[in-house]
């Protein structure tokens, strides 16, 4: 079974940085379409940004310029670096896996807190 465990959330002024890790069981970061997602208060879960399993990558407009995904196949790493963070960038984030392009596994999530 897929374990996902995220780790790099906090609480940060508006500004500031923060980078996310996402550590994967197994052998599946270089072959499986892995991403991340934002959950905030009374919101649906959004896509922040992912990694097709062909590599390319893909934002939401809200958050161009200001993340990069990246991965670390050697580590089964992948990572969100966040810069410029906003208030609105307040969320849990979730790091995802689509497994054979079926099966989605999720991680815990990791609290991402921007104060003003």
């Known amino acids: 079974q897929v374990q996902l465990v995220e780790s790099g959330g906090g609480s940060v002024q508006a500004g500031g940085s923060l980078r996310l890790t996402c550590a994967a069981s197994g052998t599946i970061v270089s072959k499986n379409a892995m991403g991340w997602y934002r959950q905030a208060p009374g919101k649906q879960r959004e896509l922040v940004a992912a990694f097709s399993s062909g590599g390319r990558t893909n934002y939401a407009d809200s958050v161009k310029g200001r993340f990069t995904i990246s991965r670390d196949n050697a580590k089964n790493t992948v990572y969100l670096q966040m810069n410029s963070l906003k208030p609105e960038d307040t969320a849990v984030y979730y790091c995802?896996?689509?497994?054979?392009?079926?099966?989605?596994?999720w991680g815990q999530g990791t609290q991402v807190t921007v104060s003003s």
């Open positions: 995802n896996a689509l497994i054979g392009g079926v099966h989605d596994a």
